[in-house]
């Protein structure tokens, strides 16, 4: 077994963990340090929403060996005024980009750029998107972003609880907000692709998420009936469990995608990819920090707030100070677990097993303190010279 695997394994069972749930407050501030970077960000610099929303032109030129800063300076000049985006093509042609453009002063530009490349206008393809079918297409997309959103929490609050579902609502919203802040810092164009990409990351995020509420949710069954654990601590054990998953899973997905926003988009021009490839990759990054470091802690904080959660911390933190006051005055330490103290009901659910296997080898083959003794199998006693038998009689051959 992998040094990896073999740690995955001893976080599964409890053996080794980090305690994410208790050091809560500091994940919280640097999400909300981040967030607030995203939002100034988005503030200052805005978005630079592509033709598809904004409505404008697009031109697609043949191979040439003009380069894309003299076509884009040639366009802005017979656009007057308006800005332009050029990206080079693997085929060796140019992709200029003028939004706010409409079909009357999308013809002298068609014409000066074919002018400037030598070949006839008809070689330029010319696409133009009227601002009102960008507008509706936006409409369209917050739509759908809006019903994904319900649909969660909807999903959520039936399958698990409300209080999951309120947290992974927060989560969705923090990874959203801090990749369309990154869009906004970097200047990247928001294009389809780049609700595709949105859309995307929210269901990985979402999935990381469920899987750990998945496993808090059985390993919470039965908590109030036990005072070995909170439900902190029970949310923490479930984290860990599922830590190495998350990570392997997360670092799976952004390989390809790194591949293709790095190597694709900066030495082979992979163009209009960039757009879902930067979503993809911050929104991956963002999902799986959310679903550890903000979702299950938000969970736990909620839970504490419940009467009966609460009654059951202050149970395990009496039961463990008695046992601490207990060691001090006996001059040991305290116990990990007071498991002699435990009461009938107060077993662990996930020890019970475990529990209840040592007590039945303990009865099968332990002698009592009183100098009883469970019964034995012929064979087990026959070879065992010292133990009497019977009413007294020393064991070995008869007289």
Do not use: C
Not at 132 to 155: C, D, N, P, R, T
Not at 291 to 318: C, G, H, N, W
Request: proline share 4%.
């Amino acid at each position: 077994m992998s040094r990896l695997g073999s740690l995955g394994a001893r976080l599964y069972r409890g053996e080794v963990g980090y305690d994410f749930v208790a050091k809560r407050m500091i994940w919280y501030g640097l999400s909300i340090l981040i967030t607030i970077t995203a939002i100034v960000g988005l503030s200052v610099r805005g978005l630079h929403m592509g033709i598809e929303f904004s409505g404008g032109a697009v031109f697609t030129t043949p191979k040439t060996s003009i380069s894309a800063d003299e076509a884009r300076d040639k366009a802005e000049e017979s656009a007057e005024g308006h800005t332009a985006i050029a990206q080079k093509l693997g085929n060796g042609g140019l992709r200029i980009q003028i939004s706010d453009l409409d079909t009357e002063a999308a013809q002298p530009v068609q014409k000066a750029l074919a002018k400037e490349l030598g070949v006839e206008s008809s070689k330029i393809n010319t696409q133009l998107v009227g601002p009102s079918w960008g507008e509706e297409i936006a409409k369209k997309a917050w739509q759908g972003l809006a019903i994904f959103m319900l649909l969660v929490v909807i999903y959520l609050a039936i399958a698990f609880e409300w209080r999951m579902a309120l947290a992974a609502l927060i989560a969705l919203v923090h990874d959203l907000t801090i990749t369309v802040g990154v869009y906004a810092l970097v200047g990247f164009e928001v294009t389809p692709g780049t609700v595709i990409g949105l859309l995307t990351i929210l269901g990985y995020s979402l999935y990381d998420t469920v899987v750990v509420f998945d496993g808090l949710r059985e390993g919470a069954k039965g908590l109030t009936k036990q005072t070995r654990y909170t439900y902190s601590e029970i949310a923490n054990r479930s984290l860990n469990g599922t830590l190495v998953r998350s990570i392997n899973t997360t670092v799976v997905a952004l390989l390809p995608v790194a591949a293709l926003l790095f190597i694709g988009g900066g030495f082979l021009g992979a163009g209009m990819l960039n757009d879902i490839s930067l979503a993809l990759f911050v929104g991956l990054a963002a999902g799986a920090y959310s679903s550890i470091f903000i979702a299950t802690p938000l969970v736990a904080d909620l839970k504490e707030r419940d009467p009966q959660m609460k009654a059951l911390a202050t149970r395990v933190r009496a039961k463990r100070a008695a046992a601490a006051a207990r060691a001090e005055s006996s001059g040991k330490a305290a116990p990990a677990d007071d498991a002699d103290d435990e009461d009938p009901e107060d077993v662990d659910p996930q020890d019970a097993a475990d529990e209840e296997a040592e007590r039945e080898e303990a009865a099968a083959g332990v002698v009592g303190q009183r100098g009883t003794e469970p019964a034995r199998p012929q064979s087990s006693t026959r070879n065992q010279p010292g133990r009497n038998r019977g009413r007294g009689r020393p064991s070995g051959k008869r007289r």
